[in-house]
């Protein structure tokens, strides 16, 4: 990844923030990272750091074409030029993001860990619903048939799981899924695919993970977990 283009996960989605240069240099930099990345960040909610630069609406009207039509959405841009702020507002765009908070128990629907690697999600993703996160993902809830999530670490579901997920999305050989029940349309770990076999039996809690390149699924002890 590029020192001038950093990328990590908020509550709200993804955040983008730029290094040192001018826009004529960031520019380019930024849409090759973004092509770079573009099956880790489809369908994502991006905000754009861009710290002093200064920004003319014309700059912020191409930029959001040019990232909508990569098929991602531009909902933030935070800057310290009241300039840059002023064509940020002037196509709908936020200019300020919420602080990560930690999950309350009766609200939200994902929180933040204090090193930001983290996001919980407390509710069943439905067809047509995408997650996409730099680091691990867990879910209380079904992820549907039609949903996908994509994650560059471990995915934990708790309960089934029945629509697409990457884990390890970046080439983390290391990363798991596991669910109560594990019936995915398509799992993917690191660059492994595999594709779910019929069920024999009663469902039962599962881990998938890479044994010689292989996606391979086995019994998720619980109580051994817990130890």
């Known amino acids: 990844m590029s020192a001038k283009v950093q990328i ?32 880790f960040l489809q369908g994502a909610r991006l905000a754009l750091d861009v710290g002093s630069l200064a920004l003319k609406a014309a700059d912020m009207g191409q930029l959001t074409k040019e990232i909508s039509d990569r098929g991602l959405t531009l909902w933030a841009v935070v800057s310290e030029s009241p ?75 708790w309960g089934c799981l029945r629509g697409m997920v990457h884990a390890g999305a970046q080439g983390n050989e290391q ?9 995915p349309t398509q799992l993917r770990i690191a660059g492994a695919i595999a594709l779910t076999p019929k069920r024999r039996g009663k469902p039962q809690p599962e881990m998938a993970r890479l044994v010689n390149s292989q996606i391979v699924a086995e019994t998720w002890d619980l109580k051994r977990e817990r130890v």
């Open 8 to 39: 990590k996960g908020i509550r709200d989605g993804l955040l983008v923030s730029l290094g040192n240069g001018s826009w004529g240099e960031l520019r380019p930099l930024l849409l090759e990272h973004l092509d770079q990345q573009a099956s």
């Open 83 to 157: 300039a840059t702020e002023r064509s940020a507002q002037s196509f709908g765009l936020a200019t300020r993001l919420a602080k990560p908070t930690m999950e309350r128990s009766a609200g939200g629907e994902a929180a933040a860990s204090g090193e930001e690697n983290a996001v919980l999600v407390r509710r069943t993703l439905r067809s047509g619903a995408s997650l996409a996160h730099f680091g691990h993902v867990v879910v209380i809830g079904d992820i549907n048939p039609g949903a996908e999530i994509v994650a560059g670490g471990d995915v934990v579901v």
């Open 175 to 183: 990363a798991v899924v596991c669910a109560l029940d594990l019936s």
